[in-house]
């Protein structure tokens, strides 16, 4: 079975603070992926990367940076957090499966900033 | 652009009632279409596919069949469970970027006892 990982289930950091998210897959997958998920507004793509150190913005990179220096690791940062930032985040890997590209999740982590 | 439109919720039903979630998705040449399922306090996780009109895609007692005429990617099940509640995101994988899906907002499913 395909195994997505992240490195934290629940965090909370303060205004300003620098946040790593981390995320592992154990798929070989080229292709990995952040979501942020609010109610309301359904699952919006945040950044992906589709082989190690490359990036492509998403719908929402703003106030985002990733980082990819290893296939399996995936990781999401925020350079400054802001309380607008609090959501779950999920973190997705991928790879060709025939003619499909299904996506496999992590459990997801659910920050507040306060 | 690729969209993906899916009934709005929250659905609630009762065990054993029979399930329909309508999908309907605009894409340009021939998507692979999903349905993803996320029980509570979890990530998504994927309950069926179809690659190819016509293909049905089934799991664990739920179906969805790709009808290219209609657009549409309806998920089925006959006899809901109490434990099928969640909340099911029907999805597409675009031609045009064949790696990045393409969701809908979800609908939250309740089964009553």
């Known amino acids: 079975d395909v195994k997505v990982t992240q490195s934290s289930r629940y965090l909370v950091k303060r205004t300003g603070e620098k946040v790593f998210l981390e995320c592992v897959q154990d798929m070989d997958h080229e292709n990995m992926f952040w979501y942020r998920q609010d109610p309301g507004l359904g699952l919006r793509l945040i950044y992906f990367s589709y082989d190690v150190k490359m990036k492509e913005k998403g719908d929402i990179p703003e106030g985002y940076s990733v980082s990819r220096e290893k296939k399996e690791r995936f990781s999401l940062i925020l350079e400054s957090a802001s309380t607008n930032q609090t959501s779950m985040y999920l973190c997705a890997s991928s790879g060709p499966m025939g003619r499909s590209y299904e996506q496999y999740f992590g459990p997801g982590t659910r920050l507040t900033v306060t | 652009g690729d969209s993906v439109t899916q009934m709005e919720g929250p659905v609630t039903l009762s065990e054993e009632a029979f399930l329909t979630i309508n999908c309907t998705y605009t894409?340009?040449?021939?998507?692979?279409l999903f349905w993803y399922v996320q029980y509570p306090g979890e990530g998504l996780q994927l309950l069926l596919k179809?690659?190819?009109?016509?293909d049905k895609g089934s799991n664990k007692g739920f179906e969805a069949t790709y009808r290219k005429e209609t657009t549409s990617f309806h998920l089925e099940k006959g006899s809901v469970q109490v434990s099928d509640s969640a909340v099911y995101f029907c999805?597409?994988?675009?031609?045009?970027?064949?790696?990045?899906?393409?969701f809908g907002s979800g609908t939250r499913l309740s089964i009553r006892p």
């Open positions: 894409a340009t040449g021939y998507p692979s």
């Open positions: 999805a597409l994988s675009g031609y045009s970027s064949a790696s990045k899906i393409i």
């Open positions: 179809a690659t190819k009109a016509d």
